[in-house]
């Protein structure tokens, strides 16, 4: 299983990143976790479009899925697109909130995907094992687990403090986690996880390896970073454009 970070800045594109996309590949299967605003540019650096066999989205806020408006219009104007759908996993409602998105009139997008709503549970998808969990988010928004040929992954979407989320990550040999919340007093519950409660959330599912993303421009990256190492010490950030073998 490999991992390409496509966007990785939190809450919006930052001046180094696109907002929140990844690539996961095995065995030929390219399948996408979320496409924030600004990745639809940095993925076609690296990946055919037309070579992303399913999209999943943790959740329906703009900087996790507004870059699907660019996906529709490339898939329908380009003249490079196959025309096959594409399966794209998200809540309940997706169709219409990007639909919206893509247009002011809510005009349907089912020409480009075909739409599959995802709840807590388990699934196949292509190579993968999936499962699901609920996060703690202000809108329905899932953690995913990827599991292949003995290896796992587990990415967070956007959740503050959640034993939901430490349960589906238990024993995975990598957790992409968030880190949008500095340190400090009076952060509101229920929305992000700050550098050590990643780290924490890492020590406490008994990981291989914390990968820290989603740390939005205006928040002291490497003050995250250092916050998490000190509670789990196989801690990286990520980088757009980066690979991770898993």
Request: hydrophobic residues 45%; glycine residues 10%.
């Amino acid at each position: 299983m490999k991992l390409t970070v496509v966007g990785c800045s939190g809450s919006a594109p930052g001046p180094r990143s696109a907002a929140s996309s990844y690539l996961v590949e095995h065995d030929g299967f390219r399948l996408l976790l979320d496409l924030g605003n600004g990745a639809f540019g940095a993925l076609q650096a690296l990946a055919d479009p037309d070579a992303i066999d399913a999209i999943f989205l943790s959740h329906l806020h703009a900087d996790h899925c507004l870059d699907v408006a660019p996906f529709v219009v490339w898939h329908r104007y380009s003249g490079r697109a196959s025309k096959e759908r594409v399966p794209l996993y998200a809540p309940v409602a997706a169709e219409r909130r990007l639909a919206l998105a893509y247009d002011a009139d809510g005009d349907g997008i089912t020409d480009v995907f075909d739409f599959v709503p995802v709840g807590p549970g388990s699934f196949a998808l292509g190579p993968f094992e999936v499962s699901l969990a609920r996060t703690a988010h202000p809108i329905e928004c899932y953690a995913i687990r990827l599991a292949v040929d003995g290896r796992s992954l587990v990415y967070t979407g956007d959740t503050g403090p959640s034993e939901r989320v430490v349960e589906l990550a238990r024993g995975a040999d990598v957790l992409l986690a968030e880190a949008a919340h500095p340190p400090g007093p009076g952060l509101p519950a229920g929305l992000h996880l700050t550098g050590r409660e990643a780290g924490e959330h890492a020590a406490a599912a008994g990981v291989g390896r914390l990968l820290l993303t989603h740390v939005p421009a205006w928040v002291d990256e490497i003050g995250q970073l250092f916050a998490a190492s000190a509670v789990f010490s196989e801690t990286e950030l990520v980088r757009s454009g980066a690979t991770y073998e898993i």
